[in-house]
């Protein structure tokens, strides 16, 4: 059985913003996006898309491929 990753995109965006000590309002300005939105993203409550997660990666100074192989070994 595949294990559904989506659920944890919230909490490991909310693991690298934390890691580099930005706030989820100065994430969501650099990326251009609303902070209520990042706040859903990161409470799992919205799943960015493909290009949110570009844009997202990119401000967190990884590669998009980074984020998502992160996501893919994901361990609780």
């Known amino acids: 059985m595949k294990k559904k990753r989506g659920k ?8 690298y913003r934390k890691a580099l ?3 989820q309002q100065d994430l969501a300005f650099d990326c ?3 902070v209520s939105y ?3 993203l990161e409470r799992n409550i919205q799943e960015p898309s493909l290009g949110t ?5 990119s401000q ?3 590669k998009a491929s980074e984020f998502i192989e992160a996501l893919e ?3 609780e």
């Open 8 to 15: 944890y995109i919230g909490k490991l965006l909310k693991r």
């Open 21 to 23: 000590n930005i706030t």
């Open 32 to 34: 251009a996006l609303g």
């Open 38 to 40: 990042m706040s859903k």
């Open 53 to 57: 997660i570009f844009i997202i990666s």
């Open 60 to 62: 967190l100074g990884i």
């Open 73 to 75: 070994n994901w361990e």
